[in-house]
């Protein structure tokens, strides 16, 4: 069984281009959350989707940021008109469908992204 | 409102010394607690996690950690470091019903031989 997946492992943008980051959940899980870890910080929560839903998008910056999780493929965080304070480490984590807080959630790789 | 409070930003301990890294956490109800590892540029792995089955709580790699109610606390411990166990470590609180999960700032552990 496939951990979570995230793709790519590295992106580099220049200020003002979009951004894409993708998450395939583990096999079985409908569940996807987004964070976000700045340098020398801990992770932040952004948002959390369930199959064609958001369900709490609490942590999402107002502007610039989106996200997706459709009923088929991956879940996509996309980050329009990148500026430097977007550089930072994105995580996705998935968990089973009987979400409950004591559920484990599973970590992706992470994608790094830079902006120059 | 949940928030963990993570009291060191970094231990170091000698090789084969026990490890005591510290947590104390804030809920107004009875919460669930994870310990979270996290190497190099790597993804964060789950060490431990407490859902109120029981107050002593053993991980991976030897980790355990104690809930201690009266003193908000989840102290992680390992009786004797290894090389291997340097890496940042995450002390967490999930939140509501949505399972988000809020994150300490971290403690970096190194290390010596």
């Known amino acids: 069984n496939a951990g979570v997946m995230q793709n790519p492992r590295h992106l580099v943008r220049r200020r003002g281009q979009e951004a894409r980051l993708r998450c395939s959940p583990m096999k079985g899980h409908s569940h996807v959350y987004w964070y976000r870890q700045l340098p020398e910080e801990g992770l932040k929560f952004m948002v959390y989707?369930?199959?064609?839903?958001?369900?709490?998008e609490s942590g999402m910056p107002k502007e610039r940021f989106s996200a997706e999780f459709p009923k088929e493929g991956p879940s996509i965080l996309r980050i329009q008109q990148v500026v430097r304070g977007d550089s930072a480490a994105y995580f996705c984590?998935?968990?089973?469908?009987?979400?409950?807080?004591?559920?484990?959630?599973?970590f992706g790789p992470g994608t790094r992204l830079t902006v120059l | 409102a949940q928030s963990v409070t993570q009291l060191d930003s970094h231990v170091s301990v000698s090789e084969g010394t026990p490890v005591l890294l510290r947590c104390n956490y804030s809920s107004s109800y009875s919460p669930s607690l994870f310990w979270y590892v996290q190497h190099p540029n790597k993804g964060l792995q789950l060490l431990l996690k407490?859902?109120?089955?029981?107050?002593l709580v053993k991980g991976i790699n030897g980790f355990e950690a104690e809930f201690k109610k009266s003193e908000t606390s989840f102290h992680l411990t390992k009786p004797s470091a290894h090389m291997s166990d340097a890496a940042e470590y995450f002390c967490v609180v999930s939140s509501g019903n949505t399972g988000k999960l809020i994150f300490g700032q971290g403690t970096t552990l190194q290390v010596k031989p």
């Open positions: 984590a998935s968990s089973p469908p009987s979400a409950s807080s004591y559920n484990e959630q599973f």
């Open positions: 407490y859902t109120s089955a029981a107050t």
């Open positions: 989707l369930q199959k064609e839903n958001i369900i709490d």
